[in-house]
């Protein structure tokens, strides 16, 4: 599985993405992580995900031509 992490924290998105890796360690199901800081870039990132972890609060990058409601 391909996992998408949205976190505008890089701090908390390293330590969850380190700890779920830990965890699936003996079924090794997650292929990739990948870590996202901001909307725009999640949704560039979507096609190739198969499941997207978040907070419900999506970060803009700034100058962002994107809308909350676009997600």
């Known amino acids: 599985m391909k996992l998408l992490i949205v976190e505008d924290d890089s701090i908390l ?3 969850t993405a380190e700890l779920l890796r830990s965890l699936d360690q003996p079924t090794q199901h997650l ?3 990948t870590l996202v ?3 725009e870039t999640a949704i ?3 096609p190739e995900q198969d499941a997207v972890l978040c907070d419900g609060a999506f970060p803009l990058a700034p ?3 994107f809308l909350v409601e676009d997600w």
């Open 13 to 15: 998105a390293k330590i």
């Open 31 to 33: 292929e990739a992580i």
């Open 37 to 39: 800081e901001d909307l």
């Open 44 to 46: 560039r990132c979507l």
């Open 63 to 65: 100058g962002s031509r």
